[in-house]
């Protein structure tokens, strides 16, 4: 950030597990989340100055579906609230630029979609130019795979090292209780399973979730206020590619490069959650935010593990502020995405005290 | 505390009409965009973020435009946003982008809305993707026969805000519908859609796009043209269904006038603001507003619709534009109140500018009534303070 803008902390932070298909509709798994993380953080529902959702109707097949997560939220009496049709990630940064303005001190987000009502083959492509691609189906698994060639095709990363990401992922999610795909697999064993769309196989793929995720933050005086372990957010900022993948160059992801150098990444990380949904695009994010080999990659399993669309960039967040606040880390990255192939990415420094 | 002043320096339309065939998405919010950046006299280039809104994404079938819109916005290697929340989101998203320069994360922002509804079915949507629903007219017509009843309201209220808002979109040469020849009379023999709602009581489905460009101090000092400041802002929502809520005058849209108010130092709405541009889809909205957002008292809105007071050359003219009445993209709609009024308090609202407009109001709502996006913008800084 070229601009001065003020710290502002994570004091509140909570998830849902991820679910293959949860029985529970979105305002329902969101409600516990929601006072769970505002519980964490010690501050009344009543009190909060600004709140801010990410979701998307399409998940839903509803117009509108995001009006009755409000009843998770409880809004009577009336609040301050917004609403972004994106990653809860971005609902973040929505409060966070409400709270530079000074007159409010805390803030509640969150994110949540429910994906297994639909088949994400046949809704995603509706997220593709529609006039060029929605037609051809362009779904997210075959984009994914182009990238995911021409990568291997420019040397930038093996099949061996895509299931070796992959089987340190599930790996990872054995300790997180929230993951959905978790164990100890061998990468050699998994590279003799099939294809799904070549170059991918299952293990380089997301599973499909329903959850949901909540942060709550503070500015700097009221965080300190709070506890003895806010979770600073230090910088963080936001891109945009171009859409057609065939004007992009899929190796690389010029808007993770300046999300990231915007948000002051660069020394010493311990750790980074990267909203990586295919194996591959951690070595890719990775590479574009220059995290070498010292830095722990997705310790909660990440969105190989648990994939809950609309909320996963949040988690990021969740699962950095636990690795701080809980997990003794000092400092990491937060990474989420939006469309297709990387298109579209966020990036966050926290840090501790 | 560290928030700057920000102001409209740039404004842009598309024609807004039934079927723009003449254009796909992205050739609707960029001809809007261009317009506004023609008018800031800026380019693609100058411009540090985006903020687009629409209303539910099944309207025209495309999952999250922003993206594939990326390109025609000019928003690659940019930051962009995408904005929801219901029929307030074209104010919501106007009030994001003001927040971005506000608090100096960017200098200058350009926040787009739209909707083309000719794509899609706009009443199967507002009636959450199901078939057979009673879509938003059906919801809020018990409301307004509601008021009627509480206010005491002559029914010619409504028919009354049909024709004035019809006869000033004959001054605007963006509105969709162009009435020329309606009558109180051809009001009241459409047929009623929902009582008591007429025919012409009620909005157009419309295709159409708005934008504006934001910027700081500095920025508004450099711009070719008078520039429109926010005075303030304020977002309210609330939930849209529990026993005892009061839905003719919605807890968070009071609220959400008071913040209003109280941000800019207003004490009395009625002779401090010059005129509102007001979310009104179904004519009884008017009188609606005017109480709900306590710029009349208990039962005197439909009095200021009665003794004209609401026309363009009243004491205090709403929707000179025409309003959503004649005008409506609904994702866009909300922000095309947000861009009237600030072409009101610049002076540059041609043939329905309403004279000595220094302060003026602007007003969304969305869902069961239940979203609330408001500015007030002005000609100068102190504009309100200069009136006392």
Known sequence: MAKKTEDIAIVGYAQSPSYRQAELTEPQFLYPVISEALERAGVPRREIGFTCAGSCDYLSGQTFAFVMNLDAVGAWPPISESHVEMDGAWALYEAWVRLQHGDIDTALVFGSGKSSPGKPA?????????????????????????????????????????????????????????????????????????????????????????????????????????????????????????????????????????????????GKFDFAELSASFSHQEKLLCDELGLGKDVEINLSGGPLAANPVMAVGLTRFVEAARLIAEGGKKRGVAHATSGQALQQNLVAVLEAE | MSSQPAAVIGIGQTKHKKRRDDVSLPGLVREAAQRALDDAELTWKDIDAVVLGKAPDPFEGVMMPELSMADALGANGKPMMRVHTAGSVGGSTALVATHLVQTGVHDRVLTVAYEKQAEGNAQWGLAGGRSGGMGAGGIFAPWMRSYIKQSGAPEDIGWKVAVKDRLNACKNPYAHLQLKDITIEAVKESPVIWDPIHFHESCPSSDGAVAMVLTNEKGAKKAPRKPAWVLATAMRSELGVFPGRNNVRPQAGVECAHMIYDQAGITNPREQIDMAELYVPFSWYEPMWLEGHDIAGPGEGWQMVADGSTEIDGSFPVNASGGVLSTNPIGASGMIRFAEAALQVRGEAGEHQVKDAHVALAQAYGGSAQYFAMWLVGDELDAVAKKK
């Open chain 1, 122 to 266: 046949e809704v995603f492509p509706l997220q593709m130019d529609p006039y060029t691609l929605t037609p051809l189906g362009a779904d997210p698994v075959s984009l994914a795979a182009l990238q995911a060639r021409a990568m291997l095709d420019a040397g930038k990363i093996t099949e061996d090292e895509m299931a070796e990401i992959a089987a340190r992922s599930r790996k990872s999610a054995v300790n997180n209780p929230y993951a959905q795909v978790k164990g100890d697999d061998d990468p050699a064993v998994l590279l003799k399973e099939p294809y799904v769309t070549a170059p991918l196989r299952k293990h380089d793929l997301p599973p499909i979730s329903d959850g949901a995720s909540a942060v709550v933050l503070a500015t700097t005086e009221k965080a300190k206020e709070l506890t003895d372990h806010p979770v600073w957010i230090r910088g963080i900022d936001h891109r945009i590619d171009i859409h057609q993948p065939g004007m992009r160059d899929l190796t690389e992801s010029p808007s993770t490069r300046l999300a990231g150098k915007n948000a002051g990444v660069k």
